[in-house]
């Protein structure tokens, strides 16, 4: 099946450590992105990638850090800057030039112990 | 201002009624709309793609776009148990030199049996 696997589902950190998110996706798409939510509010941007080894700030990137050394890869890492990681975190992906129609994955719960 | 709003609900709707969701967004350049459902607990899931004015129908979904007044709509026919979720807006915009979907927080809409 073509999607987007995120893993994964539940994951709990302790203070001072650091935890990386999977994504992988198979829909041949250029774009992926890491989107953070919670409870009661949208999705904020974190960090996202329009091409293999390149990838942007999004409006709430400190305290993370990604790469993108696949085109159907690109992990999340939460470092223990991030002071606050306790919420949902979801993957998406998008073809370049499709309307910035975006597509998630099931997402991944982390709560801080 | 912030630059997607909704009302964050709770829309309670009886069982067969149109609900009407609203959203007004702040960047006159957008050319992109979407509206995507998310269950509790669950990823977003893409329900309307709007790029024009007027009206766009997708069985019980009726998406509407007015540029000229920055609101976007959505109307649920006939609407479903099933339907209750929250309802997020996206809208496209140029935000730190790059193009991105912008969030709104969501409306969540209850359809009462």
């Known amino acids: 099946d073509g999607g987007i696997t995120q893993s994964p589902k539940y994951l709990f950190r302790k203070e001072g450590q650091n935890v990386t998110l999977s994504c992988e996706q198979n829909l041949n798409h250029d774009a992926m992105y890491w989107y953070r939510q919670d409870p009661g509010q949208g999705l904020r941007l974190i960090y996202y990638?329009?091409?293999?080894?390149?990838?942007q700030k999004g409006d709430i990137a400190e305290g993370y850090s990604v790469s993108r050394e696949k085109k159907e890869s690109f992990p999340l890492t939460v470092t223990s800057a991030q002071k606050n990681p306790t919420a949902f975190y979801l993957c998406?992906?998008?073809?370049?030039?499709?309307?910035?129609?975006?597509?998630f994955g099931e997402g991944s719960w982390l709560t801080v112990v | 201002q912030k630059e997607v709003e909704q009302n964050s609900g709770p829309l309670s709707v009886p069982e067969g009624a149109i609900a009407s969701l609203n959203c007004t967004y702040s960047?006159?350049?957008?050319?992109?709309f979407f509206w995507y459902r998310q269950y509790s607990g669950k990823s977003p899931e893409l329900i309307m793609s709007?790029?024009?004015?007027g009206d766009q129908e997708d069985g019980r979904f009726t998406a509407q776009l007015n540029k000229a007044s920055q609101y976007v709509s959505l109307l649920i026919r006939d609407s479903q148990p099933s339907d209750s979720a929250t309802y997020l807006c996206a809208v496209n915009g140029i935000s730190g030199g790059y193009n991105k979907l912008i969030f709104g927080a969501g409306t969540r809409l209850a359809v009462h049996p």
């Open positions: 998406a992906s998008s073809r370049m030039n499709s309307g910035n129609t975006i597509y």
């Open positions: 709007i790029y024009s004015n």
């Open positions: 990638s329009q091409i293999v080894n390149d990838f």
């Open positions: 960047d006159r350049g957008s050319q992109s």
